[in-house]
């Protein structure tokens, strides 16, 4: 079944403690991206990535980081969480966003607590 | 900042009306414009695409898109209370960028 795994799905934490959330999608995409969704502001870009090796900076990138070593796993870091870091993240995957009609699948979710 | 705009809502309709769905986007390159809908706690899914002027539909959805006004809308004939969900409007960014604007959803409210 063709899908983005995100995990975990739920993840509390405390201030400064280092944390990864893992994405990974079996469909040979070449594009990836975290979002993270907070109440009145929608869906926020983090990072994404073209290609392997390949990232950039989205809207809201302070306090992440990326890595795309192979291109089915994109995971998210967290160096040192901060309770503004509290959200619902999402990660995504499309074939790529230079074809017009291309979507993005997206993963089910990981709901951060950061205390 | 490429904005994209909907009304958050909520929005209801009573069950088999039609709900009607709005969205404004500043990037007046923009070429791809997306519905998605999400369920509460639930991940996102693209229900409806469009890229040219006028509209298309596909069963229940209609999507309408004018770029001359930069607004894009989202017609849901015989509403039902499955529908009830978050519509979130989503643009892709002109000039090259992989980058997809999303604006902050509409949740709308099917009432039986």
């Known amino acids: 079944e063709a899908q983005v795994t995100q995990n975990p799905r739920y993840l509390i934490t405390v201030t400064g403690k280092k944390l990864t959330v893992t994405c990974s999608q079996n469909?040979?995409?070449?594009?990836m991206s975290w979002y993270r969704q907070d109440p009145g502001l929608g869906l926020r870009q983090i990072y994404y990535s073209m290609n392997v090796e390949v990232t950039d900076k989205g809207d809201v990138p302070e306090g992440y980081k990326v890595s795309r070593k192979e291109k089915r796993n994109f995971p998210l870091i967290l160096e040192s969480p901060s309770p503004n870091q509290t959200s619902l993240y999402f990660c995504?995957?499309?074939?790529?966003?230079?074809?017009?009609?291309?979507?993005?699948?997206f993963g089910s979710g990981t709901q951060l607590s950061v205390l | 900042q490429k904005e994209v705009e909907q009304n958050s809502g909520p929005l209801s309709v009573p069950e088999g009306a039609i709900a009607s769905l709005n969205c404004t986007y500043s990037?007046?390159?923009?070429?791809?414009f997306f519905w998605y809908r999400q369920y509460s706690g639930k991940s996102p899914e693209l229900i409806m695409s469009i890229y040219s002027n006028g509209d298309k539909e596909d069963g229940r959805f209609t999507a309408q898109l004018n770029k001359a006004s930069q607004y894009v809308s989202l017609l849901i004939r015989d509403s039902q209370p499955s529908d009830s969900a978050t519509y979130l409007c989503a643009v892709n960014d002109s000039g090259g960028y992989q980058k997809v604007t999303f604006g902050t959803g509409t949740k709308l409210q099917v009432i039986p």
């Open positions: 469909m040979n995409h070449e594009y």
């Open positions: 995504a995957s499309s074939l790529s966003l230079t074809a017009t009609n291309e979507k993005l699948f």
């Open positions: 990037d007046r390159g923009s070429q791809s």
